[in-house]
C-alpha cells in the first residue's frame, strides 16, 4: 500500500534563508512522486514531479526535489525563501501500476518571515 | 481560458439539500477525479472515472454520487448535503501514462448548514 508522510506541519523560515520540506513515502512498486503547491484561496500548482530520469529534479520558482530510495524520502528544497513563496505544500506519491491513484501528504505550511 | 473548470466556485446550502458541483475540461484527458480538502488532512479521493463507462469509489465515497455525462465532464452529488461535508472540493484530470500527472480545476468551496 502506498502512503506518503509530510514530517512538519507547519514551517517558518526568513526570508532570504533555505527552506527544506520534509516528504517520505511508502509504495510497493517504483513510485511517481510530485509537488503541489496551493496558495492561499488558490487551487493546486504543480511544482515538479520525479520521472525516475533523474534523481534530482528542478521545479518551477527555484525549488527542486531529490529522490532517495534508500531513504524513501523525496524533500523539497530552495536555497532562498522568497515572500511569495509563503503557501501550502503538498507532497504526493502515485503507483505506475495499477490505479495510478494519487496520495496526498497532509501538507506543510509554509511561513516566510520579514 | 482554464483547462479544467469547476462550477459553482462557492456554494452555501442547508442541511438536508441535494447539491450538484460540475466539473468540465478541456484538455481532453480519459480520467477524472473528485477529492476534498480539509484542514490539516491534505486531499482525499472521492470518486474516479477512467473513461465514460468506468467510474471507481475512492477512499470516502459514502454520502456522494457521480456522474460521468462526457468525456469532458464530471459531476459529483451530494444527495442529502449534512455539514461534516463542509470542504473545499476539486475536480482533476489526467491522461493515459505511466507518469499519471494530474491537472486541478480551481475549486470549490462548500458550506452546509
Known amino acids: 500500500a502506498q502512503s506518503v508522510t509530510q514530517l512538519d506541519s507547519h514551517v517558518s523560515v526568513s526570508e532570504g534563508t533555505p527552506v527544506l520540506l520534509r516528504c517520505n513515502y511508502s509504495s510497493s512498486y517504483s513510485p511517481s512522486l510530485f509537488w503541489y503547491v496551493q496558495h492561499p484561496n488558490k487551487g493546486l500548482q504543480l511544482l515538479l514531479k520525479?520521472?525516475?530520469?533523474?534523481?534530482l529534479v528542478k521545479g518551477i520558482n527555484g525549488f527542486e526535489a531529490e529522490f532517495k530510495k534508500s531513504e524513501t524520502s523525496f524533500h523539497l528544497t530552495k536555497p532562498s525563501a522568497h515572500m511569495s513563496d509563503a503557501a501550502e505544500y503538498f507532497c504526493v506519491v502515485s503507483d505506475r501500476v495499477g490505479t495510478y491513484k494519487y496520495i496526498f501528504g497532509t501538507g506543510t505550511r509554509l511561513k516566510v518571515l520579514a | 481560458d482554464a483547462d479544467v473548470t469547476q462550477t459553482p466556485r462557492n456554494r452555501i446550502t442547508k442541511t438536508g439539500k441535494r447539491i450538484m458541483l460540475e466539473c468540465s475540461q478541456t484538455?481532453?484527458?480519459?480520467?477524472m477525479y473528485w477529492y476534498r480538502q480539509d484542514p490539516g488532512l491534505g486531499l482525499r479521493l472521492i470518486y474516479y472515472?477512467?473513461?465514460?463507462?468506468?467510474?471507481n469509489k475512492g477512499e470516502i465515497s459514502d454520502g456522494y454520487s457521480v456522474s460521468r455525462q462526457a468525456q469532458a465532464k464530471f459531476s459529483l452529488s451530494l444527495e442529502s448535503a449534512i455539514p461534516n461535508q463542509t470542504a473545499l472540493y476539486f475536480c482533476?484530470?489526467?491522461?493515459?501514462?505511466?507518469?499519471?500527472?494530474?491537472?486541478f480545476g480551481p475549486g470549490t468551496r462548500l458550506t452546509v448548514l
Open positions: 520525479y520521472t525516475s530520469a533523474a534523481t
Open positions: 482533476a484530470t489526467s491522461d493515459v501514462g505511466d507518469l499519471n500527472e494530474q491537472f
Open positions: 484538455k481532453g484527458h480519459d480520467r
Open positions: 472515472s477512467f473513461d465514460v463507462k468506468d467510474i
